[in-house]
T-cell receptor
Framework: DGGITQSPKYLFRKEGQNVTLSCEQN?????MYWYRQDPGQGLRLIYY???????QKGDIAEGYSVSREKKESFPLTVTSAQKNPTAFYLC?????????????FGSGTRLTVV | DQQVKQNSPSLSVQEGRISILNCDYT??????FLWYKKYPAEGPTFLIS?????DKNEDGRFTVFLNKSAKHLSLHIVPSQPGDSAVYFC???????????FGKGTRLSVIA
């Protein structure tokens, strides 16, 4: 059964640590995305990748890094430079279908700084 | 600057009544619009979409209306059910392969 898997579901980070959030999809989608959700802020785009070995910054890329070495995988690293990392992180993937296209989202990772 | 705006952060509706969620956009180049539903601690799920060449799309209890001249779309849920209680995101597809642009969401509470 195809889908997107995000892990872990809950993650705790100490101040100054880097952490990596996993996102894997078996939908054969070309494009993948990382969003951050904060209360009252909606979904804000961090990074996206439309093809393997290529990615672009979104609206709030500072303090984050990504890689896209495989079509199925798009891990997100939250670095110590991200000043306010506590949030709910969502990964999505898509493939263009006709006029428009929709995303398939993972179930999210809640990151908390302790 | 927000290109997709959902000006109502929250909405309360009685069970069985109609829920109307609104969304405004500023970019006339958007050609496809989508609504997503999100429960707490879960990822959003696709609900319904509409192309800019149409003014209405219906799927069961859900209907989306598009008014291009006003740059406005709305999602109607009839009849509303308690299970519809969730956050609803409006999203727009810019031209080309650029990512979807999302609104900030509207939290719908359906009261039994």
């Amino acid at each position: 059964d195809g889908g997107i898997t995000q892990s872990p579901k809950y993650l705790f980070r100490k101040e100054g640590q880097n952490v990596t959030l996993s996102c894997e999809q078996n939908l054969n989608h070309d494009a993948m995305y990382w969003y951050r959700q904060d209360p009252g802020q909606g979904l804000r785009l961090i990074y996206y990748s439309q093809i393997v070995n290529d990615f672009q910054k979104g609206d709030i890329a500072e303090g984050y890094s990504v890689s896209r070495e495989k079509k199925e995988s798009f891990p997100l690293t939250v670095t110590s430079a991200q000043k306010n990392p506590t949030a709910f992180y969502l990964c999505a993937s898509s493939t263009p279908t006709g006029v428009g296209y929709g995303y398939t989202f993972g179930s999210g990772t809640r990151l908390t700084v302790v | 600057d927000q290109q997709v705006k959902q000006n109502s952060p929250s909405l309360s509706v009685q069970e069985g009544r109609i829920s109307i969620l609104n969304c405004d956009y500023t970019n006339s180049m958007f050609d496809y619009f989508l609504w997503y539903k999100k429960y707490p601690a879960e990822g959003p799920t696709f609900l319904i979409s509409i192309s800019s060449i149409k003014d209405k799309n219906e799927d069961g209890r859900f209907t989306v209306f598009l008014n291009k001249s006003a740059k406005h779309l709305s999602l109607h849920i009839v009849p509303s059910q308690p299970g519809d209680s969730a956050v609803y995101f409006c999203a727009a597809n810019p031209s080309g392969n650029t990512p979807l642009v999302f609104g900030k969401g509207t939290r719908l509470s359906v009261i039994a």
